[in-house]
């Protein structure tokens, strides 16, 4: 769990020592977790707690005298809740550990180190959120296989489901096929009892295939029999599914009236694309939508390509326009030759677009058949008409896996590639593994990740400041903090690198520690040189969750003599609206150590106003997308005017920053804003050197 959850940790904790529970929360929130502590003094007041509100863990002192362990299991046992209990001991001995564990506690654990500590409490929190989703994901695909079941109830087409053979459920038009009355007629008889007695061989070796995981065939016709032995010509569809959380085979079957001749020819040509003699878009698309299925169950990989010809529209204009068709069929051809002997499904795709799905195929695989049709294409001329011409391809092949498991990605990516490699000359291919790319990107993000830990333990950081100016005849010198990360070039990193990555790992309330601990200390050294400064600094929303920012800024501001009004903290509106008690609470522990708050890109919001009724900041820094073009837009000049009238009217200053020009200057004199600040004025650096006066 990282700092930035928005939910806190609801910690009961029993232990006899008030000081040791208030050392154990204290080591927490200084680790980064926000914590709503409870201390239960007797098993009645433990049970009451437990009962009425909702309990993440519970931390229990080994050998308290208050309330046993075994007691405390008791209690929790009997609410039926599934919270873990975890008991801290002085020492770790054999004795204890098994004592703990075969009573149900699921960690012994010491009370120091507190980094130990805090590993095991975030990993047992990880650990029952994982259990509380997965609950919420079973009730959700109950639901749905609720619906489900209505659905296959009411539906006319006649659906069973079969494992091993076996009925295992089947709808009413099904029964009314096939003349029952009742499911429980057919349950556990096998789907053989169902096919004429010529189609049965071939039908049991279709049923030991679909129980060995091959793919069925899209369709499968036979003769069926009925309850009294009546035989009718049928066509099934086949359908890998789960049934009460068991594999098994779903069945449609429909009678075929006509021919069967007929009937089969009528279906090969809706399935066909008569021009290439391939599957069309609609039947590929079928046999994809199975392949991705397959693949998000975790039990096959498959690869896909999307194969056109390169220089399309200007092999048209040598051929002429009649003969597209036969330009295709002899692409389609070269296709199919290259993938002759492997499990695969050929398509004409699009206009010029052929695709072809290869199923059971891994990385390897994939980037060899890509290979093969290229070679194919390039190998020989191709004879269309009275016109012969060498053709190349541009292929994007797509890895199908548990990471892609979308028709849609599939297709959006194969397309991408497939352009990516024509448009850098074609003849070639380019195959999207979204298992290689996670592994990149996890390096990628790993190594980030380790260098932010690296640069907050051997002072990586360093702050920048801005000069911050005043309108209205102020002469106090002014900083904006920034943080810069040290490159291994010599040159400085800006945040937007790597905020994001930080704020996914939990690093962002280390990061605001930093920033606010090395502006109090600055605004000290400026102080003791007889040059007292204000600092803005940024910190983000993961430092709202608890109060341990605030005591830690009350500790710096000690430490250093700093008095608390030169330090400003600025807060965005956007995180402000979205964890709103958070910041409140946190204004007014800012407060108490007499630190000011700014708002910073205020009036972006659809009703930024309104924030101001539940938090009065002490600035109101404006949205830089109205000082972008202030000069230009008459409406940003108005709506800069209101803000600043506004503040003006409850005793809150007004600041716009990224002021790039004279002219924009000259409008914000008029406005009544307060401060200014922006690379026109003063660009930001490692120094403090303005004159303010």
Not at 5 to 11: G, H, K, T
Not at 352 to 372: I, Q
Not at 463 to 490: K, M
Not at 628 to 654: F, W
Request: some cysteine; charged content about 25%.
């Amino acid at each position: 769990m990282s700092k930035s959850q928005e939910n806190a940790l609801r910690l009961m904790i029993v232990d006899d020592s008030p000081e040791a529970a208030e050392a154990i929360v204290s080591s927490l929130r200084n680790g980064g977790i926000a914590v709503r502590p409870l201390r239960p003094a007797s098993e009645e007041e433990f049970a009451t707690m437990v009962g009425a509100q909702q309990v993440d863990i519970v931390l229990v002192q080994h050998g308290s005298a208050g309330l046993p362990l075994k007691a405390v299991l008791q209690q929790i046992a009997a609410t039926g809740k599934d919270i873990p209990v975890l008991v801290v001991a002085d020492s770790i001995e054999h004795d204890i550990y098994v004592e703990a564990r075969t009573a149900g506690a699921r960690a012994l654990l010491p009370r120091e180190p507190a980094s130990l500590l805090l590993a095991v409490i975030r990993d047992a929190w990880a650990d029952l959120d994982a259990r509380r989703a997965q609950r919420r994901l079973e009730a959700r695909l109950r639901e749905t296989e609720r619906r489900c079941d209505a659905l296959i109830d009411s539906s006319r087409d006649p659906i069973a489901y079969v494992h091993e053979g076996m009925h295992i459920r089947a709808n009413q038009a099904y029964l009314e096929m096939f003349g029952y009355d009742d499911f429980e007629d057919i349950e556990g008889m096998s789907l053989l009892d169902m096919v004429a007695p010529q189609h049965v061989e071939g039908f049991r070796q279709l049923l030991k295939a679909l129980a060995q995981d091959e793919a069925p065939p899209p369709r499968h016709e036979l003769q069926a029999r009925d309850i009294d032995g009546n035989v009718f010509p049928a066509a099934m569809e086949f359908v890998q599914a789960q049934y009460e959380g068991e594999p098994c085979v779903q069945v449609v079957i429909r009678r075929q009236e006509l021919d069967p001749e007929l009937a089969h020819e009528i279906e090969e040509l809706r399935q066909r694309d008569q021009a290439t003699g391939l599957y069309n878009r609609a039947t590929f698309l079928h046999a994809l939508e199975g392949a991705v299925d397959t693949a998000a169950q975790g039990s096959a990989r498959h690869g896909m390509l999307l194969v056109e010809p390169d220089h399309y529209q200007h092999l048209l204009a040598d051929i002429g326009l009649d003969s597209a068709d036969n330009l295709l069929a002899a692409a389609a051809n070269r296709l199919t030759a290259a993938a002759e002997g492997l499990d695969t499904v050929a398509a004409r795709f699009g206009e010029h677009t052929l695709a072809l799905l290869v199923r059971n195929s891994d990385h390897e695989g994939t980037e060899a058949v890509a290979n093969r049709v290229l070679a194919a294409f390039a190998a020989d001329l191709f004879e269309i008409g009275s016109r012969s011409s060498v053709i190349t391809a541009s292929i994007g092949a797509v890895q199908v896996g548990e990471k892609i498991a979308s028709v849609n990605q599939v297709l959006a990516k194969a397309t991408g590639a497939m352009a990516s490699a024509s448009a850098t000359g074609g003849n070639r291919f380019e195959l999207f593994d979204p298992s290689a790319v996670d592994r990149a990107e996890e390096e990628h993000i790993q190594a980030w990740v380790t260098r932010l830990r690296d640069a907050l333990d051997h002072e990586g950081f360093v702050l920048h400041y801005q000069p911050v100016i005043s309108l209205q005849s102020d002469t106090g010198a002014v900083y904006e903090a920034f943080l810069r990360l040290h490159a291994a070039d010599g040159e400085l990193i800006k945040p937007l690198s790597f905020l994001q990555i930080a704020e996914e790992h939990g690093l962002l309330w280390e990061i605001d520690r930093y920033v606010v601990g090395r502006a109090i200390a600055v605004i000290g050294e400026r102080i003791r040189a007889n040059k007292p400064t204000t600092l803005l600094v940024k910190v983000s929303q993961a430092s709202l969750a608890d109060d341990s920012l605030p005591r830690y800024i009350g500790e710096q501001l000690l430490a250093h003599g700093v008095p608390g009004e030169y330090l400003v903290i600025e807060l965005a509106e956007a995180k402000v609206f979205t964890h709103l008690k958070a910041a409140q609470e946190f204004a007014a522990a800012a407060a108490r150590l007499d630190c000011r708050i700014a708002l910073e890109n205020f009036g972006a919001g659809l009703d930024s106003f309104q924030l101001l009724a539940h938090l009065k900041p002490n600035m109101l820094k404006i949205d830089p997308g109205f000082i972008e073009d202030l000069t230009g837009n008459a409406d940003n000049q108005q709506r800069v005017r209101e803000i600043a009238a506004k503040a003006r009217e409850l005793g809150i200053q007004t600041m716009a920053d990224y002021v790039s020009d004279a002219a924009s200057m000259s409008v914000l004199f008029g406005t009544g804003v307060d401060y200014v600040s922006g690379n026109f004025l003063a660009p930001s650096g490692p120094d403090m050197s303005y004159d303010f006066e």
